[in-house]
């Protein structure tokens, strides 16, 4: 593939990932205030979420939004401080961009598809760990 036709690819791929990002933050964001203004708690706004196969759906897409915007945002900040763009850039925030995903990809499984409510260090430690 060219320079100029995966550039222009990455390019869709950032809006197109913003694009989604933003959606999911505005309901993410909405659905917390309105939870916690109706005087749930944390544990509680899980525990009606937890098994949700939308709520699943609607936190894959976040995930799956920020494990490809982040990384192609930090391959254009890493370009533009070392002075252009090199293959081991691309290789680097590809790496990136999967251990992203698998460290969000766990924290969710956690909070989201386990039936019993995760305490912020069992997050912490599944993120760190294999599983």
Do not use: N
């Amino acid at each position: 593939m060219s320079g100029a036709r995966s550039q222009s690819l990455l390019w869709l791929a950032q809006r197109g990932s913003a694009v989604v990002l933003a959606l999911c933050v505005v309901v993410h964001l909405s659905t917390m205030i309105v939870a916690v203004r109706g005087g749930l708690t944390a544990a509680e706004i899980l525990g009606r979420t937890r098994g949700s196969l939308v709520w699943a759906a609607f936190y894959g897409v976040f995930v799956l939004g920020v494990a490809i915007h982040a990384p192609i945002g930090l391959r254009a900040i890493v370009a533009e401080i070392r002075g252009g763009h090199a293959r081991s850039i691309d290789v680097a925030m590809l790496a990136f961009a999967m251990v992203l995903a698998r460290i969000m990809g766990r924290i969710f499984r956690a909070a989201i598809l386990q039936s019993a409510p995760p305490k912020a260090k069992d997050i912490l430690r599944l993120a760190r760990s294999g599983g």
